[in-house]
């Protein structure tokens, strides 16, 4: 089980990271190349082809490792228990490969779902207080086996939407309240409204729901597939 907490989270995510010996490997021969080259004497074309291509390198090693700390694939996503994959998915694959979007039986909204996991804490605290069901007691934590209502959730997801604005600026101590831009509060709305659509249209479907981690370190169309044959709203 990955933790919901986003600190916890991220060691977790890092640590079998840095210490795969291949990413150790290349970070620091590409830290050395650069400070070898630098220190003289070195040859003109060092200069020239050496330097580029060594800070190329490095930062390619430094942006992985900012992109795993982030966490950019990173978010609560929807999962229904049946595959949200047509028959004819890979139809239009071959016609354009850079602009592919497989059809599904279901809404989907890729983006959904960052901003809901990276305030949770936050909106918890909200619902808490204002005597609202916890969001996450739809969080499926340990396994697959248990689906729940969209309408329960659609009606939490609409207060979030509705309040977390006012809850922000009203309740939320100054000193924190500095780390909640406007845009993570239009985030956070924009996330509920997406999660609504793709749970109204489940619920159309007869299909129940439950919400798990995303926490995927690259992207591309097989890997999207894969998610939603497993069905996942993404």
Known sequence: MVSI??????????????????????????????????????????????????????????????????????????????????????????????????????KTHFSAGFYLLDNIE???????????????????????????????????LSEIENSIATFIELSIPKTANKKISPEVVEGIQKDCQEFIDILQNLSEKGLPFQFVLLSQPAWNSQIEFNYREEGYCI
């Not at 396994?143 to 969209?150: G, R």
């Open 122 to 156: 936050i909106i918890e605290m909200m619902l808490s207080l204002q005597g609202i069901p916890s969001l996450l007691f739809f969080y499926e934590k340990s396994n697959s086996s248990t689906w729940y209502n969209c309408l329960d959730c659609i009606r939490i």
């Open 5 to 106: 907490n986003k600190k916890r989270r991220r060691i977790q995510r890092m640590i079998p990271f840095l210490l795969n010996p291949l990413i150790v490997l290349w970070g620091f021969l590409s830290f050395s190349s650069l400070i070898f080259i630098l220190f003289p004497p070195t040859p003109i074309w060092q200069y020239i082809i050496g330097i580029p291509l060594a800070s190329l390198s490095l930062y390619w090693f430094l942006s992985m490792i900012w992109e795993e700390f982030v966490g950019e694939y990173e978010r609560i996503v929807i999962r229904t228990n049946t595959t949200i994959c047509p028959s004819n998915y890979w139809d239009s694959y071959a016609k354009d490969i850079f602009k592919f979007k497989g059809e599904t039986i279901i």
